[in-house]
Structure formats: structure tokens, C-alpha cells
């Protein structure tokens, strides 16, 4: 039998060498954060946790986050966004106790491969997931922006487990709040039956770049950029969270918010959020209100420094109140990379206050803890 190295003898001595420099590169323990570099799991592989959240649970960490692989930037697809991307893999969960050691706990919402109808299916898109824990179902609740591949379905994506582990059973996705005006509505809002959020009163309102967020009460909320990503909405969820109630607020309108993520301190809200460019960094904004339904005040960028501009070259995907306290907090984004969104990094950083504005700095290495 021919084997390589008889054919090409410098192969066989080049070869086992890359693949040792790249799993050595890879494999490095994590015994620090280090925004901008490959994240090894514990198994040594670079963490595929992409536009993530993060849930905290009897005392584990699990990061559930969208797996790139492949061929993800397609721009003959959709010319005029600079190109979209075959997605659904599915979704990653990696747990931890340290924030540093990350298991993977494997793709706990798959992908659909052979049913094309499916928003799991290859072709669609499924972005941005995140689980909260719904303590009166004892059930873990993921949301996530379920799209068709030229993001005109703009809708949410409920799937629900018993572990945080899961698997996720997917339940199917839907535009929330069909058919109803959002507490905040104006007379002058319903008269144009072009804007956004009149068009889409009959069929549901538009959900993309989503979170979702549960108050000390329980209750929990949904916030989605709608109307063509204009405005944001915040919906109230249903007690076992799959669904929204119909009570929902327009915020911050025409200020075409993205990535928004959401945390509570000293009994205020806080959103930190990005601008609207795809997958180019952009600057982050931040706002904060008494209470979810507003107002809210916005604060400007939370972000100081070299980068400060483009969010130190990253878009935000969720803020971490550390061990479930609402004490220290960590901002987690993603440093996209548009031409191999595989390998696209996270970056994690401490969030500070000056007065009431969260303040976020860059910060070479650090620990979590
Ligand atoms: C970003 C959004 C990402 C992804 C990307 C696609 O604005 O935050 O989640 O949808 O656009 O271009």
C-alpha cells in the first residue's frame, strides 16, 4: 500500500507537527479571562458558545451559545446586508463553577438536517440563544431569534428541557404579540399603516437580536429589536415562560438597538445594548429605568478607552450577574468574524459604576472571581 509519506515524505514530519501546534495552542488551560483569544474547553477544543447567555444554576455556570461550523459567510446569498450564512448547527452548552473550566455538555438543541420546513433546519437561522430557569414548571426555557436565511420571519424560537443540560424539545417559533397595541401606543403610532408596528399588527411583531430576562418576582420579559429592528419591545412572559402575554412597551423608538442584555442592581433595570451594523463592532449604549416598562433613560456608551468607539472590537450578547448576586457583573460579547464566524472570540469584561452608569474598560487578563 502507497501511504502518504512515502509519497511525500516532508508531509509526514510537517504534519503531526501542525496538528500538535494547533491542538497545544488550542489545549491551553484557561487560568484567566483573555478577551481575544482561543478559548480552550477541557477537552482542549476552541469553546463554540456564539452569541451566548449565560444561566447560573445550584451553583454551576452554563453557557448556551449558537455553534458556527463551516462555511458560514455566504455574500452572494443576500448582497445587500454584505452576506448572510448557512447557520443552524445548533446550540452549545459548556458548564463551569470557576467561569474558566468550560465542559461540553454537547448540542443540546440540534439542528434538523432533513426537514427543510424546520427553523432548525441548516438553511434558516438561529441566533442569540438564551435559557432562563422557570421555578413554579421546574422546567429550563430556552428563547432564541429563529429567522429564515434573508431574516424577513424575524421571529422567536421557544424550546424547553428538564436539565440544563438538556435536550432542548423544540417547541416552535412565532411573532410575539399578534394583534395587540403595546401599552404605550399613541394614537398618531396607529395611523400609518406603513410603520412597522401598524403593518405588523395582524401577524405579530418583528423579534430579532432578543433576550430574555427574570425579575426577583419571577416574572419574566422579552426584549426584542422590532420593527425592522427600529424600536425595541419588551413583552411580558406568560408564568411558565413560553409564551408573551400581550402586555408590551415600545422603547428607545427609531434608535435601532441590537444585542440587547439585561441586568438588575440597587432595584434598577440596565440595559446595555449595541448599534445596528451587522456583524461590524460598533459603539454600545446603555440606559436605565425604575422600571421594566420604563422610561428609560439611556446613558451613553458604557465604554471607555482605546476602542471604545466599536466596544473594544466586540457586540455585547449578555450580561452575568456572578453566583446569581446582584453584586459584580460581567459583560460577555462577541468578537464576530464575518469571513470565518467560527472562529469569532469572546470578549468578557468587568462591569464598574460611576454613579448610576455602568462603565466597562478594557482589561487584558483577569479572574472572574
Ligand atoms: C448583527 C446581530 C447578529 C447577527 C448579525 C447578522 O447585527 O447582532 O446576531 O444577526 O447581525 O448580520
Known amino acids: 500500500m502507497t501511504t502518504l509519506s512515502a509519497l511525500f515524505p516532508g508531509v509526514s514530519r510537517l504534519l503531526p507537527l501542525a496538528a500538535l501546534v494547533a491542538t497545544l495552542h488550542a489545549a491551553e488551560p484557561m487560568t484567566s479571562i483573555r478577551s481575544g483569544e482561543v478559548w480552550a474547553d477541557t477537552e ?7 452569541g451566548g447567555g449565560m444561566l447560573f444554576h445550584e451553583g454551576t455556570y452554563y453557557w448556551y451559545g449558537e455553534i458556527k461550523q463551516g462555511k458560514t459567510y455566504l455574500p452572494e446569498v443576500n448582497k ?3 452576506g448572510t450564512r448557512v447557520d443552524v448547527t445548533g446550540v452549545s452548552c459548556y458548564s463551569s463553577t ?17 426537514d427543510p420546513a424546520s427553523d432548525l433546519h441548516p438553511g434558516k437561522v438561529l441566533e442569540r440563544p438564551k435559557v432562563i430557569y422557570n421555578a413554579k414548571t421546574k422546567k429550563f426555557v430556552m428563547w432564541f431569534h429563529a429567522d429564515s436565511l434573508d431574516y424577513a420571519a424575524a421571529s422567536c424560537g421557544v424550546a424547553v428541557s428538564d436539565t440544563p443540560g438538556g435536550p432542548f424539545k423544540y417547541l416552535g417559533s412565532f411573532r410575539p404579540n399578534q394583534g395587540v397595541w403595546p401599552v404605550n401606543v399613541t394614537e398618531a403610532d396607529k395611523k400609518d399603516p406603513k410603520a412597522p408596528l401598524v403593518r405588523d399588527f395582524e401577524r405579530g411583531q418583528m423579534a430579532r437580536d432578543l433576550t430574555v430576562f427574570v425579575d426577583d418576582d419571577g416574572k419574566g420579559y422579552l426584549f426584542a429589536a422590532s420593527e425592522d429592528n427600529a424600536t425595541m419591545h419588551i413583552s411580558e412572559l406568560t408564568d411558565d415562560y413560553l409564551k408573551t402575554t400581550g ?14 442584555a439585561v441586568f438588575k ?32 433613560k439611556e446613558l451613553g456608551n458604557p465604554c471607555q478607552g482605546d476602542k471604545a468607539d466599536i466596544t473594544f472590537q466586540s457586540q455585547g450578547t ?9 453584586e459584580k457583573f460581567i459583560f460577555m460579547a462577541d468578537r464576530w468574524n464575518k469571513d470565518d464566524l467560527p472562529d469569532s472570540r469572546y470578549v468578557w469584561l468587568p462591569v464598574s459604576f460611576e454613579g448610576e452608569k455602568p462603565v466597562l474598560r478594557w482589561m487584558g487578563g483577569w479572574s472572574p472571581r
Request: charged share 20%; hydrophobic share 40%; aromatic share 12%.
Open 318 to 326: 449578555y450580561v452575568l450577574p456572578v453566583g446569581g448576586k446582584q
Open 44 to 50: 482542549g477544543k476552541p469553546v463554540n458558545a456564539h
Open 98 to 114: 470557576d467561569l474558566l473550566k468550560w465542559k461540553n455538555e454537547g448540542n443540546v438543541l440540534p439542528a434538523a438536517k432533513d
Open 265 to 296: 442592581r440597587a432595584g434598577k433595570y440596565y440595559l446595555i445594548a449595541s448599534g445596528c451594523t451587522a456583524w461590524a463592532p460598533n459603539a454600545a449604549r446603555s440606559a436605565v429605568a425604575d422600571s421594566i416598562w420604563g422610561p428609560w
Open 247 to 260: 402586555k408590551y412597551v415600545r422603547v428607545f423608538p427609531g434608535r435601532l438597538m441590537e444585542a440587547p
Open 80 to 82: 445587500s446586508w454584505g
